[in-house]
């Protein structure tokens, strides 16, 4: 007994060092991702080191011209994952059987961290309870009301993507909605992660951060506008010229 339960857990730090290979020590609870499949992006802004992974849907591979087929997202898969800890990709289907096959199919390469989105519709979260059961890690999409994280909580979905631009358009208070699932979520005991999305502006993230917020999904020109800071660049840039006349 003593030498499987030695066994039992030389296989888990394995498992757990393979999947989080690219988290930093001292990174916490935060988990940022790029929300975009125009690889060209990934190429420039994933080498920071400050993405936990990367998001994609079907209409974000119209946009990069990225074909939504299920040989193409496994290729985007292993290219994302040689940067990051996680590739989200969303299922495609009628039914929830549908929706569940392709899930699975897409997930097949590697279900540690390839997390499947479902939509929070009866159908969807339909699936994710199917997917979850096959041990298939989900994130619900298309959330709009602060209703919604009771269910991601109770299917146990390890994400809920509430989508912050597009319900302030809408002329809710978006960061409210979002806020209001953290405090569902947290006061049910769960551990879904409230993953917000559609963010339009850094200073709106950055907001959310400083009162407890720590999953984010955003576009490559909010992730820049997280780095542009000219006072940072111009010191950079004096260090550099002390460095060149001092050498």
Avoid at 10 to 27: D, G, I, N, Q
Avoid at 171 to 186: A, F, L, N, T, Y
Avoid at 214 to 222: A, I, L, W
Wanted: hydrophobic share 45%; glycine share 6%; charged share 20%.
């Amino acid at each position: 007994m003593v030498f499987l339960n030695y066994i039992t857990a030389c296989v888990s730090l394995l498992l757990w060092t393979s999947v989080w290979a690219f988290s930093p020590e001292f990174r916490g609870a935060s988990r940022l991702f790029l929300d975009t499949a125009n690889t060209n992006e990934w190429k420039m802004l994933l080498p920071t080191g400050v993405f936990h992974g990367v998001t994609c849907n079907p209409t974000l591979l119209e946009r990069a011209g990225e074909p939504c087929t299920i040989d193409n997202l496994h290729r985007l898969a292993s290219m994302a994952l040689g940067y990051t800890d996680e590739f989200m990709c969303q299922a495609w289907g009628a039914t929830a059987q549908e929706l569940y096959d392709c899930g699975m199919t897409l997930s097949k390469p590697d279900r540690d961290r390839i997390v499947v989105k479902v939509p929070v519709t009866t159908t969807g979260v339909e699936a994710a309870s199917l997917l979850i059961q096959s041990n298939c890690r989900v994130c619900l999409t298309a959330c709009y009301n602060h209703k919604q994280a009771m269910i991601a909580a109770n299917v146990g979905a390890e994400y809920i993507a509430p989508y912050l631009g597009r319900m302030t358009d809408a002329g809710m208070d978006g960061s409210g909605e979002c806020w209001k699932m953290k405090e569902i979520v947290d006061g049910l005991q769960a551990d879904t992660r409230i993953l917000v999305a559609s963010i339009r502006d850094c200073q709106t993230m950055v907001e959310l951060a400083a009162r407890g917020m720590e999953t984010f999904t955003f576009s490559p020109s909010v992730a820049r506008e997280l780095f542009q800071e000219p006072m940072t660049d111009d010191a950079a840039a004096e260090f550099e010229a002390a460095a060149s006349r001092n050498c």
